[in-house]
């Protein structure tokens, strides 16, 4: 028996020896260790040992078993070393290659449009703010003069987080939170994503931009409300810019106005653009409430202001004649290299 062991030991160690792959390794496992392997035959032997020499030689078979293990797994290790070595040898770096070139994005219409506006109103010296996207409900609405009954809270517009929460539906929220911590003179724009529950379509997005503007000083006027918007105008759309305002209904605001512009395209005279009417619809605007301004204990009698709501992606559509807002989203750099 010790003959047979001894045998079966030389045979599987220059096996091992000779071996130069892992799969060579694991056939050699498998031959002398596995279910039909040798050195298991010999364990099934066992029973036509000699009851009082069955110790002894099970101590052999466990001995030769245990070195087997030990020289399958140091092979093992040897092979997996000389394949990573042969590997960086076959990787080593060419310096002569030319490199990657990286590949540098560029700003989105959104981007360069908001950029374009903030300009302009910095320019008059407004200042820049920013609020939350996820809001209490108290100041996307009842704080804007809009209750718990109005229309524009329906859920099919509003998404809600939960009764007290939802993802801001405009970017007014921001001059409740504003007129809160400061007093007047203010003077800001707050641009910023809103979101509502539409289904997308060309016109149409969940979730899109807006940048509102608000006013609240003494003797504030209509007039100051159409000065600022018509150098806005034509700022932004050039010289030649004619404004028209529209009477309209806002919560927050009374009066209420939209106001277009003269169509940039054609000048005035009908296009495709302007649908053939030559004025372009372009935002919402009036005087703040005075409702608004008493929630935040503002003196509508010593105070007023006016307030304004413009959809950046409508200016970054008309601006650079985009007819499908999908395109701002869709991320195609064919497409955002354009701008
Ligand atoms: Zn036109």
């Given at each position: 028996m010790q003959e047979k062991l001894k045998k079966i030991r030389e045979e599987a160690l220059t096996r091992l020896e000779q071996a130069s792959s892992m799969e060579e390794v694991n056939d050699i496992r498998v031959a002398y260790?596995?279910?039909?392997?040798s050195l298991t035959e010999v364990l099934k032997g066992?029973?036509?040992?000699?009851p009082e020499d069955r110790p002894k030689v099970g101590g052999w078979v466990n001995d030769l078993r245990r070195e087997l293990e030990e020289k399958l797994d140091e092979a093992k290790n040897s092979l997996a070393e000389k394949a990573l070595e042969a590997r960086l040898e076959a990787e080593?770096?060419?310096?002569t290659m030319p490199a990657k070139t990286l590949k540098t994005g560029h700003r989105h219409p959104n981007t360069i449009a908001l950029e374009e506006l903030e300009r302009v109103f910095i320019g008059m010296g407004y200042e820049v703010v920013e609020g939350p996207e996820v809001e209490y409900d108290y100041y996307n609405f009842e704080a804007l003069n809009?209750?718990?009954?109005?229309?524009?809270?329906d859920e099919q517009d509003t998404f809600y987080i939960n009764k007290q929460i939802v993802?801001?539906?405009?970017?007014?929220?921001v001059q409740a939170r504003v007129m809160e911590k400061q007093r007047p003179p203010i003077r800001i724009i707050a641009p910023g994503r809103v979101y509502r529950s539409d289904a997308v379509d060309a016109t149409h997005s969940p979730s899109f931009h807006q940048v509102e503007g608000l006013v609240v000083d003494k003797h504030i006027t209509f007039s100051d409300l159409k000065g600022t918007l018509a150098q806005f105008a034509k700022e932004m759309f050039g010289p030649e810019t004619k404004v028209k305002f529209r009477p309209h209904h806002f919560p927050?605001?009374?009066?209420s106005a939209e106001m277009d512009v003269s169509c940039f395209k054609c000048g005035g005279r009908g296009c495709r653009m302007c649908k053939g009417s030559g004025w372009i619809e372009i935002l919402g605007c009036g005087m703040v409430h005075p409702r608004v301004l008493e929630m935040r204990d503002i003196d509508p009698e010593e105070y007023t202001g006016f307030a304004f709501g413009i959809g950046l992606e409508r200016i970054a559509l008309l601006k650079y004649e985009?007819?499908?807002?999908r395109l701002l989203y869709e991320n195609d750099e064919r497409f955002l290299e354009q701008f």
């Open positions: 260790l596995g279910k039909k392997g066992m029973r036509d040992v000699a080593e770096i060419d310096v809009i209750p718990a009954n109005h229309p524009a809270k993802l801001r539906t405009q970017t007014s929220s927050f605001t009374e009066p985009i007819d499908d807002m």
